[in-house]
């Protein structure tokens, strides 16, 4: 008879399994535990102790605790730390709290194809030339289908994907064409910008 389909061999799987559970959630938070008690990051105890602070490592922590990859969880504790360098969670704790949201809901190629966009595109305020404009939405999605050896279509629909994070806009629907970077990203770039990348 197989063991698990015993009443002790279902114990001890679960106990086991627990088990690897328990350990891979506490090595994904310890880097960020370390990083907070070396005195990597400067916080008084009045921020250590205060609500947004808190809400807001807590929110993280349930980020991570999602995250599947090592990346993912990198670039969410780092945008964490630079939350607390920039003041954002101190300040705008809200603006944090919207960051993270749109942050661990992209998948690792959404992130990197995000910072090509902003490398490649103009602003959304930007009055730039339509010809201007069509020039460095066609450099940028040559540089997604190298990058990924994907063809134009795929490299559409995945564009297409990160409208949801407002952090793009189609400049058909403000009249003009292809994509510019938002407003919303303006806000937020100082969030995510690269040092979240940094180990």
């Not at 105890?45 to 999602?66: G, H, P, R, V, Y």
Request: proline share 2%; hydrophobic share 40%; charged share 30%.
């Amino acid at each position: 008879m197989d063991s698990l389909s015993t009443g002790i061999g279902k114990v001890a799987l679960r106990t086991a399994l627990d088990k690897v559970i328990k350990t891979y959630r506490n090595n994904k938070f310890d880097k960020l535990i370390k990083r907070l008690e070396t005195g990597e990051i400067n916080l008084t105890d009045n921020e250590l102790q205060s609500d947004d602070f808190i809400a807001c490592f807590i929110k993280t922590i349930d980020a991570i605790d999602k995250a599947i990859s090592k990346e993912k969880v990198a670039i969410l504790e780092n945008l964490f730390i630079n939350g607390i360098e920039t003041q954002v969670i101190r300040n705008t704790p809200t603006l944090y709290e919207e960051t993270l949201s749109i942050i661990s809901d992209l998948s690792i190629r959404e992130i990197e194809i995000l910072f090509i966009l902003s490398e490649e595109l103009s602003i959304e305020e930007a009055q730039e030339e339509s010809t201007i404009v069509l020039e460095r939405n066609q450099k940028a999605k040559k540089r997604i289908c190298q990058r990924y050896n994907i063809s134009a279509v795929y490299t559409a629909a995945l564009l297409h994907r990160l409208e949801r994070t407002g952090l793009i806009v189609d400049g058909n629907f403000i009249g003009g064409p292809e994509y510019f970077m938002s407003p919303l990203y303006q806000e937020i770039k100082k969030l995510i910008h690269y040092k979240i990348w940094q180990s």
